[in-house]
Antibody, heavy 119, light 106 residues
Framework: QVQLMQSGAEVKKPGASVKVSCKAS????????INWVRQAPGQGPEWMGW????????GYAQKFQGRVTMTTNTATSTAYMELSSLRSEDTAVYYC????????????WGQGTLVTVSS | SYELTQPPSVSVSPGQTATITCSGN??????VYWYQQKPGQSPVMVIY???KRPSGSPERFSGSNSGNTATLTISGTQAMDEADYYC?????????FGGGTKLTVL
């Protein structure tokens, strides 16, 4: 079965960077985009961007341009999302998600990684 | 930028039909996806490409999309369906989410 397993919770100081990993299994990792979505406490999901592991193509939401970097390692079927210049408003649960065969959906989600930004 | 609008809350009695709408300009020209999220859990897709149900999504969940409005319908609503529901579509290679609807079963 499709699984997306994310790295553990992080606590960072303002101005620092965080890198979250997402290891995929149960499907051909290079065949489908990986999306990253975050959700601040009590808020709805907010899309951050996508990356295709095969082509290396990626697209970022305008809000995160210049601060986010998405990468993949096809040898280990792992995707990464790095967010820099962290501020308190970046405190959120960060999710990876993949369609894995369901059109352009976000059919499968990781368990989420809580990133807390606090001085 | 493209916007999707959902009612903040919907209430339904057990066994009745719940209807959650999602509005956007010419939304019927795009595919709509619906996600259910319970407290402390990751979102789960219940409808994709307007009307399709993934395996594992109960038959009581159905979707439609026409004109400016997409609709998620839950027939015979159960207590376990109480959750937040989000619609989603693509616009210019970006994902757009609706603001979410809290479904209360009472």
């Amino acid at each position: 079965q499709v699984q997306l397993m994310q790295s553990g919770a992080e606590v960072k100081k303002p101005g620092a960077s965080v890198k979250v990993s997402c290891k995929a299994s149960g499907y051909t990792f290079s065949s489908y985009d990986i999306n990253w979505v975050r959700q601040a406490p009590g808020q709805g999901p907010e899309w951050m961007g996508w990356m295709n592991p095969n082509s290396g193509n990626r697209g970022y939401a305008q809000k995160f341009q210049g601060r986010v970097t998405m990468t993949t390692n096809t040898a280990t079927s792992t995707a990464y999302m790095e967010l820099s210049s962290l501020r308190s408003e970046d405190t959120a649960v960060y999710y990876c998600a993949s369609p894995a065969g369901f059109g352009s959906s976000l059919a499968y989600w990781g368990q989420g990684t809580l990133v807390t930004v606090s001085s | 930028s493209y916007e999707l609008t959902q009612p903040p809350s919907v209430s339904v009695s057990p066994g009745q039909t719940a209807t959650i709408t999602c509005s956007g300009n010419k939304l019927g020209d795009r595919f709509v996806y619906w996600y259910q999220q319970k407290p402390g859990q990751s979102p789960v897709m219940v409808i994709y490409q307007d009307t399709k149900r993934p395996s594992g999504s109960p038959e009581r969940f159905s979707g439609s999309n026409s004109g400016n409005t997409a609709t998620l319908t839950i027939s015979g609503t159960q207590a376990m369906d109480e959750a937040d529901y989000y619609c989603q579509a693509w616009d210019s290679s970006t994902v757009v989410f609706g603001g979410g609807t809290k479904l209360t079963v009472l």
